[in-house]
């Protein structure tokens, strides 16, 4: 069986407004998602890893 996965795109400004950070700080994060890229001049952000990028950095603040 071949499994689909539902994948769901953010655009830069979602991305922002979820995680607080600059869309500059966003591309210049080396521990933050790489986009994917949806056009020539168009990339969009997995929202599963914008997610577990999130959730990571809540688990960081809890152990620390």
């Known amino acids: ?10 655009k830069l400004p979602e991305v922002i407004a979820r995680t607080g ?11 933050f998602p790489k986009p994917v890229k949806i056009g020539p ?3 969009a952000w997995v929202e599963s890893e914008v997610t577990a990028w ?4 809540i688990a960081a603040r809890q152990t620390a």
Do not use: V, W
Not at 1 to 10: E, G, R, S, V
Not at 21 to 31: L, V
Not at 54 to 57: M, N
């Open 54 to 57: 999130i959730e990571a950095r």
């Open 41 to 43: 001049r168009a990339s």
């Open 21 to 31: 950070k600059s869309g500059s700080a966003i591309y210049s994060d080396p521990t």
């Open 1 to 10: 069986a071949i499994q689909t996965a539902q994948y769901q795109l953010l």
